[in-house]
């Protein structure tokens, strides 16, 4: 059913599901793909189109005529619904597991080609490592300059605009109002300086109790001592840094860190392990999610004392510590500077001396070594089609790969296919990014027996 209202039209739709995205799908009386943003699966609602395309059309949720059983109808932000980071916050949590797995399924199918059945069975239920709310151990700032003013805060859900918030629910319990407090002071230190920075991220650890800002700027000038003051006395930072930046806005490279007060990095535990992190380094912002996936990747591989093992994208240690302390050798691999140094200072810190860390490409640099068990965390491109042929020519037994993009994975299992050497066992979806469409995987591949 539609109206139209001057160029504008509204739409009353039955929601049908949630997409790999922050949107609903809906479909018109005549099969048409609508893309719903604010909507959940089961809401009738009226919405108003914004984009039409031959295919399918957007929208944006304008009236719920009829709110689902899964719709929640307040969330524990206030900014959820003019914010980008919350896209699922209206949904339940029993809701977001359930279309989470259904969204991995979605892609084993589609971009997989694997069969409905096989996909079906293969995906274990969404695992759930608890917090939907204050879970974040990271969050990052957008900063807006508007003359002698700064504007700091979120993107927007159009992500055009800066929205102030005073205090993000999704961080770490006890350090919610961090964001105000950074806020504040550089808005305070922007009113007598110019500021040219790009983002602002802010790390906090309930286990360390260490705070850290890290002010993502290009090189040139900035008034250091001053902004370590403030930061620190208005957040409590345990460390401020600037991490410098060059080349264009969208494809800017880190060129360097600056530790402007305090420790200069930021450490967590992740089980029985101590990481130390670099601002630039990444690590899971769910830092409860990181030890169900390293749960889920140690008891899919069971390490043996006597194996060596192969950690690719090892980032700072997450998988290469435990392994270190359960294998007999392992080559780790990973291609981003600041992580292979933070890596390097884990293992040091750690005593442990039977690791093997190599800065490189992972197709480049590829383990000259065989290995029984093999761990691949890669980035959101998922692993390069090299790889996926050096990985099927190893003598390993099992191959754990750790996802955090559903149709990167569905890809490279299907590359796995047509080798043939290793077969996936199980899929296990992890719920490391509540209210988000976000989800990790771990999939546990296993040699083909002939």
């Not at 806020?183 to 650890?205: H, P």
Request: proline share 6%; charged share 25%; aromatic share 6%.
């Amino acid at each position: 059913m539609s109206e139209t209202a001057g160029s504008e039209q509204a739409l009353t739709l039955r929601v049908g599901r949630m997409t790999y995205g922050p949107d609903a799908i809906a479909r018109t009386d005549d099969g048409k793909a609508v893309f719903v943003r604010g909507a959940v699966p089961g809401d009738l609602v009226r919405a108003r189109v914004t984009r039409e395309q031959p295919t399918y059309s957007n929208a944006v949720l304008e009236e719920v005529l009829e709110a689902s059983p899964e719709r929640v109808s307040t969330a524990p932000c206030p900014f959820v619904d003019v914010c980008g980071g919350c896209p699922w916050a209206h949904l339940s949590r029993e809701a977001q597991l359930r279309s989470k797995r259904d969204n991995v399924v979605d892609s084993l199918v589609r971009i997989g080609h694997m069969p409905q059945e096989e996909a079906d069975g293969l995906v274990r239920p969404c695992s759930d490592p608890g917090d939907p709310w204050g879970y974040r151990n990271k969050v990052e700032l957008a900063f807006q300059a508007q003359g002698r003013r700064s504007v700091i805060g979120m993107h927007d859900v159009t992500g055009d605009r800066v929205v102030k918030v005073d205090r993000c629910p999704l961080l770490q319990r006890g350090f919610e109002k961090v964001t105000k407090s950074v806020s504040g002071a550089l808005s305070y230190l922007s009113n007598s300086r110019s500021l040219q920075i790009d983002r602002v991220g802010v790390r906090a650890s309930r286990r360390t109790r260490q705070v850290e800002v890290a002010l993502w700027t290009q090189t040139g000038g900035f008034p250091r001592a001053q902004a370590a003051k403030i930061l620190r006395e208005a957040t409590g930072a345990t460390s401020v840094v600037r991490v410098l930046t060059k080349g264009p806005q969208k494809a800017r490279k880190v060129s360097g860190l600056e530790k402007l007060g305090g420790y200069g990095s930021w450490e967590e535990r992740v089980g029985s392990e101590s990481m130390l992190l670099s601002a630039p380094s990444f690590f899971q912002v769910n830092t409860r999610g990181a030890e169900e996936l390293v749960r889920l990747v140690m008891e899919g591989l069971d390490p043996a004392e006597d194996e060596c093992a192969m950690d690719l994208y090892s980032g700072a240690g997450t998988f290469t510590l435990p392994l270190a302390r359960r294998c007999d050798w392992v080559d780790a691999v990973e291609s981003y500077g600041p992580a292979v140094r933070d890596l390097r200072r884990n293992l040091e810190r750690t005593g442990l001396d039977n690791v093997d860390p190599v800065g490189g490409d992972a197709d480049l640099e590829f383990p000259d070594a065989d290995a029984d068990v093999i761990v691949v965390d890669p980035p959101r491109a998922g692993l390069a089609a090299g790889v996926v042929q050096k990985l099927s020519a190893q003598p390993a037994r099992a191959i754990a790969y750790v996802s955090c993009d559903p149709a990167t994975l569905a890809r490279d299992l299907a590359r796995f296919a047509e080798e043939g050497t290793f077969s996936p066992v199980w899929v296990t979806p992890v719920d490391l990014f509540p209210q988000t469409f976000h989800v990790e995987t771990v999939t546990l591949l296993q040699r083909v027996r002939r």
